[in-house]
């Protein structure tokens, strides 16, 4: 039945001739079919927002929004013409000529909590959302990381639900037959395929596959890796990441060191210590102090972090150690009462403890004790982390304290890559 | 003296039309001849190594011992053609036709140590190492996370220091003028430069500058940010992210909780709060139970680690609540011995401390119990992590979690972007 109507991938590469494409057999096709288990769950960190209803489709005022809310933003004129011409008209959601059966039942719902999402094609399509397959023979945290803040340049449609996106990564997919399974079942579900396969086997074999079954699809890393290799001289190994073990470098147990440090330090814990600290982090309660704390440490930093409360005075070491390693915390005395109220909420505060720590009145004054602290010690850069995400607060951290060192008039962060076991495809 | 060699790059923009060639004042150049100041410094998170000097040149043999390298890591042929077409002659390191002075003086040394580098021009260049520029309208981690990725696929002449590479990362280019001062300076050290630029003008710009002036570069994310768009039939907002401002989602609060929790939780602390984990990590100490859980908690679950200690008993909660949620975590003795002893230096242990933490016989002992526990709980998983990097394992524990939840055949795991703040360009 299915298997049929599925054009058989052109044989690229000798190493596993017997394997495609007869592997596809009916046990998988019957088990895809269940639309219940395999896609959407609610994950622990991607906000779904139970209450709101997805809006009744409206296609044609997607570009509108879009220039509406970039308007908005931005005030000012943007041009992208080689990708208006690719996307106007916006392309219809039909399965691509040579490729699988349009039957809504292989479509999986992606509704979640056990919908039967068979319903009608594009309808369920738009209300489902468009997928994003992420496929990595590692990891797979540079495809999600890299899908991630590609998406950052949609957050104009996706957070009005007009063009939901759902992702789905496959991580550690080390061989042809699994790589085969994964494509087809884009093919079905008209998804975007999006990969780092370090094997060039692997990377040709994904290429040439998703061009047969009509999958729209990207090599995250190539450019990069064709740069680089280009430049230093050096063809790349084509061997994932990972593969050659051995993380026992200096670095890694630095970064271990890094994170025990910053975990023994929190919020005001061990003064003595601050002295061995990289980074020391000084703002009242909810400014964010130990996320960011932590965000900084896996970077390898040790961080201190030391709270301003009213009444308590801050640790002596604190003015004794270098100064240039400090950083005070602030934030817009509205935004914080939102957090501290939330934050007592979930705490389970009791009214008079709640009124203490998220009244208005009491915030605004906890806020200018703060910034008398910080007006007393000028050499403290204060960092207003309204509206920021922890990563941008971080990255400006990160740029002042290596400014700092290094005291140059083009601000940047050198490394020297010699053994290094960063972050993993 | 140094500007009238650099040609001006084509006016693409009527933005900033005042605002270059003309700002390359001298004031940069001298300051950028400072070798000491602007270049690698020795780095929290990166392993310097001061004890290996570097070795004498050698290039030729550098294909033979990526040969021999992959041969003996993989066993099998990698076939790279279009690389190795690109790659074989290696480039020269001379700069490019157009461009700047190969003045000594002005590629600043990067041996650090405040050593001035002057020297001869490719010798300097080999014993320091080729440099790549990331430039990002943003934080620069996702610049810094694929670069990172991608030079993994470099690792077999990088850890050689055959082919040392020094990255510097420019975050928050927001303006022509600082974006057009980096190209110059990375055509002055024949740098690669890979750029992250919302900004459909910024980004043309750097393609444009780049030519001109004979700086090898590469949009990181522009393939995927096509793809998307076509997927999507939406044109790329070119805001950055982080421009709109407001990270204050449920996503946002979800992270920081599971911080929040998982610190609380560290180390067995809390027993009682157990069932409220998304992931309870099981493990003697140091088989990376700290680190590892505090990777997962900033990627949104809340993780509970508990220790297994030899006369001990593991909290009863442990085996009372849904016992899917637990991983053990196992270890090769003698890398735990490596590492055991490594930790009770750093804590200063006495010897006989040291002992019953780090001997041998003491070691062996542990793991056993532990594997004893493990076996008496067979719906726990048992990780090895020894070889493996916190990512990796983190990636496996995410994938078993999801494939637990979704049971179904083809493991993947599935998020729904409809708001989102994930991590930042």
Redesign the interface.
């Known amino acids: 039945m299915l298997q049929s109507s599925l054009p058989a991938v052109p044989l690229l590469l000798p190493r596993h001739p017997s394997s495609f494409p007869a592997t596809w057999s009916p046990?998988?096709n019957s088990?895809?079919r269940?639309p219940r288990?395999?896609?959407?769950?609610e994950?622990?960190?991607?906000?779904?927002?139970p209450e709101?209803e997805p809006p009744p489709r409206r296609?044609s005022t997607?570009?509108n929004r879009?220039s509406r809310?970039?308007s908005i933003?931005?005030g000012r004129r943007?041009?992208?013409p080689?990708?208006?011409k690719?996307?106007a008209p916006?392309?219809s959601p039909a399965p691509p000529p040579s490729s699988p059966p349009s039957e809504a039942s292989v479509r999986p719902s992606?509704a979640?909590e056990g919908t039967e999402g068979d319903g009608e094609d594009d309808e369920s399509e738009l209300m489902e959302?468009?997928a994003?397959?992420m496929v990595s023979d590692?990891?797979?945290?540079?495809a999600e990381?890299?899908?991630?803040?590609?998406?950052?340049?949609?957050?104009?449609?996706?957070?009005d639900?007009i063009?939901?996106?759902?992702?789905?990564?496959?991580?550690?997919v080390e061989d042809m037959d699994r790589l085969m399974?994964?494509i087809k079942?884009a093919a079905k579900e008209g998804a975007?395929l999006?990969y780092?396969l370090?094997?060039?086997?692997m990377a040709e074999y994904a290429k040439q596959a998703c061009k047969v079954w009509g999958v729209?699809?990207?090599?995250?890393?190539?450019?990069?890796?064709?740069?680089?290799?280009?430049?230093?001289?050096?063809?790349?190994?084509?061997?994932p990441?990972?593969?050659?073990?051995?993380?026992?470098?200096?670095?890694?147990?630095?970064?271990?060191?890094?994170?025990?440090f910053t975990?023994k330090q929190?919020d005001g814990a061990k003064p003595q210590n601050l002295d061995r600290a990289?980074i020391v982090l000084v703002g009242v309660s909810r400014t964010?102090k130990?996320?960011l704390s932590?965000?900084l440490?896996?970077?390898?930093?040790?961080v201190a972090n030391v709270p301003i409360v009213m009444g308590v005075d801050l640790p002596k070491t604190l003015f004794e150690i270098n100064q240039e390693k400090i950083f005070g915390l602030t934030i817009n005395p509205v935004?914080l009462q939102?957090?501290r109220k939330?934050r007592a909420k979930?705490l389970g505060f009791g009214s008079e403890m709640r009124s203490n720590y998220s009244e208005m009145d009491h915030v605004r004054e906890e806020l200018e004790y703060a910034n008398k602290i910080f007006t007393q010690n000028p050499t403290w850069p204060v960092i207003e982390v309204?509206?920021?995400?922890?990563?941008?607060t971080?990255?400006?951290v990160v740029?002042m304290y290596?400014d700092r060192?290094?005291?140059?008039?083009?601000?940047?962060?050198?490394?020297?890559?010699?053994?290094?076991?960063?972050?993993?495809?």
Request: aromatic share 6%; hydrophobic share 40%; with cysteine.
């Open positions: 046990r998988h088990k895809s269940s288990s395999c896609l959407v769950q994950e622990p960190d991607r906000a779904v927002e709101r296609v997607q570009l879009w809310a970039r933003r931005s943007i041009d992208w080689a990708l208006r690719k996307t916006p392309p992606v979640g959302g468009k994003i397959y590692g990891t797979g945290w540079t990381h890299s899908v991630n803040a590609a998406l950052g340049q949609f957050e104009h449609c996706l957070v639900r063009c939901p996106v759902n992702t789905h990564l496959f991580s550690g399974e994964i079942q975007l999006l780092t370090a094997d060039p086997d729209p699809s990207a090599d995250i890393l190539r450019p990069i890796t064709e740069a680089i290799a280009t430049h230093l001289g050096v063809a790349p190994s084509g061997i990441r990972g593969a050659a073990g051995a993380p026992l470098t200096a670095e890694y147990f630095k970064r271990i060191e890094a994170i025990d975990i929190d990289h964010g130990t996320p932590i965000y440490a896996q970077k390898g930093y040790k935004i939102t957090i939330a979930s309204t509206g920021k995400a922890i990563e941008e971080a990255a400006i740029r290596h060192r290094q005291k140059c008039l083009m601000p940047r962060i050198s490394k020297r890559f010699v053994v290094f076991s960063g972050n993993m495809r």
